[in-house]
């Protein structure tokens, strides 16, 4: 497998409504403001993430911001934040997580702004980072990860053809104590992208 500092990742991709760009620095008032309007429905089943348990202030989202962008230079991580084409708004954030690039494997994660919900930005979005994922950086398994209570992230999976391939029972502990089931869902190249 190629080096990851090798692979020549797009600084931008382009749907029908939307563009993915990785985060970058000056995105932090952005970033805040969407997350500041979105926590509650995040914590509800991604509270277990550090970056949405904290309460986060206008520096911490700047540096979240840029910390994001060294990861996708040093391609530690692959991060987009989702923006509308027509209003210009950030809607939500999407990556590929806990690559592994000796299969070549990754997860894909997102997250969309309350406001925004329910407009098929997401579905939208994870169809463009499987393309890449699948043509240019030559994965062969995209995996989506959920909360078993997450009826809306379960369907974007099924949408966009991933497969459920079990379901994970007392996987995680919620910040409230409680147990989680996960749904493990894959996608393999040869699904379409």
């Not at 990851?4 to 029908?16: G, H, Q």
């Amino acid at each position: 497998m190629t080096d990851p500092l090798l692979l020549d990742l797009p600084l931008s991709l382009t749907t029908a409504r939307l563009t993915l760009r990785p985060p970058q620095a000056g995105d932090g008032p952005l970033f805040l403001a969407a997350l500041t309007e979105s926590l509650p429905e995040l914590r509800r089943y991604l509270g277990a993430l550090p970056w949405i348990a904290c309460d986060h202030t206008a520096e911490s989202a700047e540096l979240y911001c840029r910390n994001a962008h060294a990861n996708f230079v040093a391609r530690k991580d692959i991060p987009y934040f989702i923006f509308d084409q027509t209003t210009g708004q950030l809607v939500g954030g999407i990556g590929l997580h806990r690559a592994v690039w000796a299969t070549p494997k990754a997860e894909v994660g997102y997250w969309c702004r309350s406001s925004s919900a329910g407009r098929g930005f997401v579905g939208e979005a994870v169809t463009a980072l499987a393309g890449l994922a699948f043509h240019q950086l030559g994965l062969v398994r995209l995996e989506l990860i959920t909360d078993q209570a997450n009826q809306a992230s379960r369907r974007v999976a099924e949408r966009c053809g991933f497969t459920l391939e079990g379901t994970l029972r007392n996987e995680s502990r919620a910040p409230d104590g409680t147990l989680r089931n996960m749904c493990v869902y894959a996608r393999l190249p040869e699904t379409g992208a």
